[in-house]
């Protein structure tokens, strides 16, 4: 007998005796429940079957069981509102800090003192003061003390931290830890009426005020484009600061000027796009959006802006402009880089070379035409626009070539409008004129 034929009988016996797989999966569940059971009976720690790790989020067809969740989030954050310091509890903690420096002369305290205060201060106030927030206060004194100052006022900004993602985190309506545009929409309009700043708006603008608002916070926190902030990330930039800033009754013209929260900037911002929509049909046409600026945006590149971003009938809403606003006001900025990288990619295919930045450059050099002036040649350009980025590749620039170089802002102004060529252009002729006060 052959070894093939060998090999067969051996096979086909094996069928013959094998038990069908319902059986073996019976055999399988009856050993794991055994061994379980073992376990379970070793560790007294465990309770009997696995414990539930996720819960999913119920669906708002479910009106019952939302309105639990909504329920239960908010007595979670008003138990967690309590246990923060009111402003009662602020002022006596500076008392005892005042009362207990080691060297009153100077306002400082060591860490013998700074214990005994957090023994007198209460519960409250001890999770604030710990050896860790010690030591990172600590500034270099010989003899180990921190200012009193320094120490009272982390106290106060991490409470205020804390209330104010309390505030956020009532308006997460997932309760995911971050908030959708609508859901911002809601913490601005409310916020409204306790901002002196913003009182002499009329309510007409006031939905115009909070689209203006909500979309710094998206454009510059949304990297994604999901359609949602997270709460951290609110917290961990200063947009907030600028918008609470609006408290101040005294505060300046020329920083309210500065702030794009403030009453003048949206105005503003709102006014120049009414200058703009000449038909008054409240959305901006190609031509309409010509004039933004000092009016010198090529006209490729308002193509590619109304190719690439979000339009109406080949017509512009009053969201896509302030998200363009926001990119032209700030191409310093990555998030700026990338929304204008992704607009002068003609080819999408992540990188600019040769073929795209002469597809722009082009029109700079029909402006120079049509200003009476001698175009520049686009090699002596395209040779410096590399050697201003310094790409990896020596003929592709990518987006990550851009952040790094550090000259973003100068390589997208030469490209996009001709005044920012004239600029960058006549830099050693306007660097060398006497400053004038």
């Known amino acids: 007998m052959d070894l093939k034929r060998m090999l067969k009988q051996k096979i086909d016996k094996h069928k013959e005796n094998r038990k069908p797989d319902k059986e073996y999966q019976e055999v399988e569940d009856t050993e794991f429940k055994k061994y379980l059971k073992e376990w379970i009976k070793k560790d007294n720690s465990v309770q009997k079957g696995i414990p539930k790790f996720f819960n999913k989020i119920p669906k708002e067809t479910d009106p019952l069981r939302m309105k639990l969740r909504e329920a239960g989030r908010s007595n979670l954050l008003k138990r967690k509102n309590l246990q923060l310091l009111d402003n009662n509890e602020l002022q006596e903690l500076w008392v005892l800090l005042d009362q207990n420096q080691s060297c009153p002369d100077e306002q400082l305290i060591n860490y013998a003192d700074f214990l005994k205060v957090s023994d007198l ?20 004194d010989p003899q180990g003390r921190v200012s009193i100052m320094s120490l009272f006022n982390y106290v106060m900004r991490k409470v205020w931290l ?21 859901d911002l929409e809601n913490y601005i309009t409310e916020l409204l009426p306790t901002l002196p700043q913003l009182e002499g708006l009329e309510k007409s603008f006031h939905s115009f005020y909070v689209c203006t608002a909500v979309r710094k916070f998206l454009f510059f926190l949304d990297v994604v484009r999901a359609g949602r902030v997270r709460i951290l990330d609110i917290l961990a930039c200063s947009f907030l600061d600028d918008l609470l800033e609006l408290r101040d009754e005294e505060l300046s013209k020329e920083l309210q000027e500065q702030n794009w929260f403030s009453a003048p900037s949206a105005l503003k911002i709102y006014g120049h796009y009414l200058n703009l929509d000449r038909d008054h049909n409240g959305m901006l046409s190609k031509s309409e959006l010509a004039g933004y600026g000092s009016g010198t945006l090529t006209e490729p590149f308002l193509d590619r802006v109304f190719q690439t971003c979000l339009t109406y009938g ?50 700079i050099q029909d402006q120079m035409k049509a200003h009476g002036a ?20 020596p003929k592709k620039i990518t987006l990550p070539d ?13 490209l996009i409008e001709f005044h920012g060529f004239w600029a960058y252009e006549n830099r050693e002729a306007v660097s060398s004129e006497p400053s004038q006060d």
């Open 402 to 414: 851009l952040l790094a170089c550090g000259q973003g802002e100068t390589f997208v102004s030469i």
């Open 162 to 182: 804390d209330q104010t993602r309390i505030g956020l985190s009532l308006y997460d309506a997932t309760g995911q830890g971050y908030l959708t545009e609508s």
């Open 374 to 393: 001698e175009p520049v040649s686009f090699q002596d350009v395209k040779d410096e626009l590399f050697d201003m980025v310094r790409p990896k590749h």
């Open 314 to 363: 080949g017509e512009m809403d009053y969201k896509t402009y302030l998200d363009l606003v926001l990119a032209l006001e700030n191409r310093s900025e990555p998030q700026a880089l990338a929304y204008l990288f992704r607009i002068l990619d003609i080819q999408q295919c992540g990188y600019l070379d040769s073929f795209t930045l002469n597809y722009f450059f082009r029109a």
């Open 121 to 140: 201060a209460g519960p409250k106030v001890k999770p604030y003061f710990t050896s860790m927030m010690f030591a990172k206060l600590h500034q270099g």
